[in-house]
């Protein structure tokens, strides 16, 4: 039995002899195709397909299928290779793209924004200022921050204020017991309150003291000071010199001051009898309390002054302290504003 020519090709591997070759099927499925196009567009009145039709149905075709992709898909567009379908497109020209950020300054924030939150500013506060975000600040966070500063401040002036009259109480305390030893030109006895020319227990002390350090020789002059008040018979500076010879001070080694009714006024004219001798250094005896007070006022007025405070002194107790404290008060004050204008003040 004679065969039957085979074809002019080599068949495919798993294909029958009698199978047309691949290629030629394609080539005849497109013409097919072709073919039943042609007649589907004579059949609605069209005339043959043109170019510019078949590219605009294919263009169509090809975004209806890309309009069917699942968003997120990772399959390429055919219109644009480069996108992946699902995401948006990019601008084709470097006009139509946004402007790129500087480094480290966030995201640009849109020019609508922007002008929203001022004019809300100026709606708020009426041109209020700005912290350093640009955001308006408020008026009462300013007042707040101001009552804040003052009050930091008051709290400062006053601890400072405190520790200044600590220390100048410490310094009372402790000139109070300090006895210098001289020598001196002379010794000055502070004045105190006299019953009709007897001295008062605390005068009284105050001149026993000088009649304990007379012998040693540390001045050759004794200065007592003190006027009255109307009414009096005797000032203290008279009833003190009297007191004082009666134990063995000499009369002519007693100078009187009796004129000053206050420690300022009394010292005052000590160196007004001091400088008419030619003399500046004294020695001044008093109570504890007193001596750093009178030993300030003495030097501005130009005098060389030490203290001998009296060891026998009736001030003792809460009343020494309650005096301590207040005077404490004047060498605070005194120290700033004088102790002349002190005087002026309280006496």
Same mark, same amino acid.
């Given at each position: 039995?004679? #065969?039957?020519?085979?074809? +002019?090709?080599?068949?495919?591997?798993?294909?029958?002899?009698?199978?047309?070759?691949?290629?030629?099927?394609?080539?005849?499925?497109?013409?097919?195709?072709?073919?039943?196009?042609?007649?589907?567009?004579?059949?609605?009145?069209?005339?043959?397909?043109?170019?510019?039709?078949?590219?605009?149905?294919?263009?169509?075709?090809? &975004?209806? =299928?890309?309009?069917?992709?699942?968003?997120?898909?990772?399959?390429?567009?055919?219109?644009?290779?480069?996108?992946?379908?699902?995401?948006?497109?990019?601008?084709?020209?470097?006009?139509?793209?946004?402007?790129?950020?500087?480094?480290?300054?966030?995201?640009?924030?849109?020019?609508?924004?922007?002008?929203?939150?001022?004019?809300?500013?100026?709606?708020?506060?009426?041109?209020?200022? $700005?912290?350093? %975000?640009?955001?308006?600040?408020?008026?009462?966070?300013?007042?707040?921050?101001?009552?804040?500063?003052?009050?930091?401040? =008051?709290?400062?002036?006053?601890?400072?204020?405190? !520790?200044?009259?600590?220390?100048?109480?410490?310094?009372?305390?402790?000139?109070?017991?300090? +006895?210098?030893?001289?020598?001196?030109?002379?010794?000055?006895?502070?004045?105190?309150?006299?019953?009709?020319?007897?001295? #008062?227990?605390?005068?009284?002390?105050?001149? +026993?003291?000088?009649?304990?350090?007379?012998?040693?020789?540390?001045?050759?002059? =004794?200065?007592? %000071?003190?006027?009255?008040?109307?009414?009096?018979?005797?000032?203290?500076?008279?009833?003190?010199?009297?007191?004082?010879?009666?134990?063995?001070?000499?009369?002519?080694?007693?100078?009187?001051?009796?004129?000053?009714?206050? $420690?300022?006024?009394?010292?005052?004219?000590?160196?007004?009898?001091?400088?008419?001798?030619? !003399?500046?250094?004294?020695?001044?005896?008093?109570?504890?309390?007193?001596?750093?007070? #009178?030993?300030?006022?003495?030097?501005?007025?130009?005098?060389?002054?030490?203290?001998? #405070? %009296?060891?026998?002194?009736?001030? %003792?107790?809460? &009343?020494?302290?309650?005096?301590?404290?207040?005077?404490?008060?004047?060498?605070?004050?005194?120290?700033?504003?004088?102790?002349?204008?002190?005087?002026?003040?309280?006496?």
């Amino acid at each position: 039995m004679a #065969s039957r020519p085979g074809p +002019d090709f080599e068949p495919v591997f798993g294909s029958r002899p009698t199978d047309v070759p691949i290629e030629p099927r394609l080539r005849d499925r497109r013409e097919r195709s072709a073919a039943d196009g042609a007649d589907v567009v004579d059949g609605i009145g069209g005339g043959p397909i043109d170019d510019e039709n078949a590219g605009g149905s294919i263009s169509e075709l090809v &975004d209806s =299928v890309e309009s069917h992709h699942t968003v997120g898909d990772t399959a390429l567009s055919f219109s644009n290779p480069g996108r992946v379908v699902g995401e948006p497109a990019l601008a084709s020209t470097a006009e139509e793209r946004p402007p790129d950020r500087e480094p480290g300054h966030g995201p640009v924030i849109p020019a609508e924004i922007l002008d929203a939150q001022a004019r809300s500013a100026e709606r708020r506060g009426s041109g209020a200022p $700005s912290d350093d %975000t640009g955001n308006p600040q408020r008026v009462g966070t300013r007042w707040f921050r101001a009552r804040r500063r003052m009050a930091a401040t =008051v709290a400062a002036a006053i601890v400072l204020g405190l !520790l200044y009259f600590a220390v100048s109480l410490v310094q009372v305390w402790s000139t109070g017991r300090t +006895d210098d030893a001289g020598p001196a030109e002379a010794i000055v006895v502070m004045g105190a309150a006299q019953y009709d020319g007897r001295p #008062s227990p605390q005068l009284a002390a105050r001149l +026993d003291h000088v009649v304990e350090i007379w012998p040693q020789g540390v001045a050759p002059l =004794v200065v007592v %000071t003190g006027g009255n008040i109307p009414g009096d018979r005797f000032t203290e500076a008279e009833a003190s010199a009297a007191y004082l010879t009666e134990r063995g001070v000499p009369a002519d080694a007693i100078l009187l001051e009796n004129t000053g009714s206050t $420690s300022q006024e009394s010292l005052t004219s000590v160196s007004e009898l001091l400088a008419a001798r030619g !003399l500046d250094d004294v020695l001044i005896v008093t109570d504890p309390y007193h001596a750093l007070r #009178s030993r300030l006022i003495a030097e501005e007025l130009g005098l060389h002054a030490g203290v001998s #405070s %009296t060891d026998t002194s009736v001030v %003792t107790g809460f &009343d020494s302290f309650e005096r301590h404290v207040r005077e404490a008060g004047g060498v605070a004050v005194g120290r700033i504003i004088g102790f002349h204008r002190l005087s002026d003040i309280i006496d």
